[in-house]
């Protein structure tokens, strides 16, 4: 149940930052960041999907054998992968990135880059939190997950409406990346926590292991 209130929450999230972009600087505004977002994204989760997909079913599968150490093991294997494609990708976009949006949209002048490099980091990020909060989730801690997204989702919408009047559309952009980066370390220091409470995440793994 708490991981359909996650997936839940994932979905609201670009919608909150369409419908406070559209009331704070207009449709023509939405309508170039929904586009940017959608491709940027969008496109990360085409590169980093695969990744993650390899991972999780042999992750999973090591995990219900009982090897929880060679589980968490690809799942840092996957990261340190998607950090890889990040940096080549990174360096592209900001190459090329404005005009090559312009051009896909149609637009007469190039997308601001201040808001297509916060679009990156911040789609890399949220394809990055799909294998980091895994120990989580392998540990039957779906409820911490949803609560890290609920404090994202929070932060996103308060930076939203405080800077979106002054930043214009870059301060969208940087609410994703903010938004990512805060549910990425909540997600890494809930792990932590319960990895120092090893009788906790022991009993966690095998609720799960029975479960599954």
Not at 55 to 76: C, D, I, Q, T, Y
Not at 77 to 82: A, I, S, V
Not at 154 to 181: C, D, E, K, W
Not at 182 to 198: E, H, T
Request: contains cysteine; positive net charge; glycine residues 10%.
């Amino acid at each position: 149940f708490p991981l359909s209130l996650w997936l839940g929450g994932m979905l609201l999230l670009p919608f909150v930052d369409r419908l406070l972009v559209s009331h704070y600087l207009g449709f023509s505004q939405t309508g170039m960041y929904a586009a940017s977002y959608d491709l940027i994204v969008r496109g990360y989760s085409i590169c980093m999907l695969p990744i993650t997909l390899a991972v999780h079913p042999r992750a999973m599968a090591k995990f219900n054998e009982g090897s929880r150490g060679h589980a968490l093991s690809l799942v840092w294997t996957g990261m340190r992968w998607q950090l890889l494609v990040f940096c080549v990708s990174f360096a592209v976009v900001a190459a090329v990135g404005p005009i090559a949006l312009q051009y896909a949209l149609g637009l007469d002048s190039a997308v601001p880059l201040s808001l297509v490099l916060p679009l990156t980091a911040g789609g890399f990020l949220w394809q990055l939190a799909l294998l980091v909060h895994k120990p989580l989730e392998l540990a039957n801690r779906t409820h911490w997950m949803f609560g890290c997204l609920l404090v994202a989702i929070g932060a996103s919408v308060s930076f939203n409406i405080a800077m979106l009047p002054r930043m214009g559309l870059a301060a969208a952009g940087y609410a994703t990346l903010i938004s990512s980066l805060i549910y990425v370390v909540l997600c890494m220091c809930a792990y932590a926590y319960l990895k120092s409470r090893s009788d906790t995440f022991q009993d966690g793994v095998r609720s799960a292991a029975g479960g599954g």
